[in-house]
């Protein structure tokens, strides 16, 4: 009964999900069915080796076993050190959004120097990006942008979001090419000026194209 008190502490919650059983095995399960007399049903899928979650229960789980057979309380004990590293990373990487990330009304800054400063700014930099739709490859390319010195002007695209690096900021704001904006343009005129954040952008009308 104390170990299974101990078990119920490490309930797996995921946002809205809560997973009670995860903590115990499928023979403990059982067993505690048969003992109170708990009518259950098996999905049938448990049996098939079609998902890969199944290949692993049904050949590799039992090899481990041989080899040990407190396997199971292994990779509970793994798995909780897993997510308690987890944790702790995602609370370091929401203080340095939290101080790093200047926020305006649709846009965001960055003081570059102030992100190289850290030890772990590579990463840093990646979780704070792909919030706006940038992948871990752009990810790579911007921080190398960063570390060379003088470099004004870059800009990168996600599919909603252009990031310009420009005198010692990062600045991430809406892509104005991939929102559909509605323009009148007037019968003789050749260019369109489209302001945003305070910056103009000029676009050629060209008649026919």
Do not use: W
Not at 76 to 96: A, F, G, M, R, S
């Amino acid at each position: 009964m104390a170990q299974e008190k101990a078990k119920i502490k490490m309930i797996s919650k995921t946002g809205n999900i809560v997973r009670p059983l995860l903590s115990f095995t499928k023979d403990e399960i059982l067993e505690y069915a048969r003992k109170n007399k708990i009518v259950f049903n098996d999905d049938i899928s448990n049996s098939s080796d079609k998902y890969v979650r199944n290949k692993i229960r049904h050949h590799i789980v039992p090899v481990m076993k041989s080899i040990n057979p407190d396997i199971n309380k292994t990779l509970l004990q793994n798995i909780e050190i897993l997510k308690d590293t987890e944790n702790i990373y995602y609370q370091y990487i929401n203080e340095q959004k939290e101080r790093l990330v200047n926020k305006h009304n649709n846009y965001i800054e960055i003081e570059i120097k102030a992100l190289l400063s850290l030890k772990y700014a590579k990463v840093v930099l990646y979780e704070i990006v792909k919030d706006y739709g940038f992948n871990d490859s752009t990810a790579s390319d911007i921080f190398t942008c960063i570390n060379i010195e003088n470099v004004s002007g870059k800009i990168f695209y996600s599919n909603t979001y252009m990031l310009i690096v420009n005198r010692g900021l990062i600045i991430i704001e809406p892509n104005i090419y991939t929102t559909k904006l509605l323009y009148n343009i007037e019968e003789g005129d050749n260019n369109l000026f489209i302001e945003q954040n305070n910056c103009y952008h000029i676009l050629n009308y060209i008649e026919g194209v």
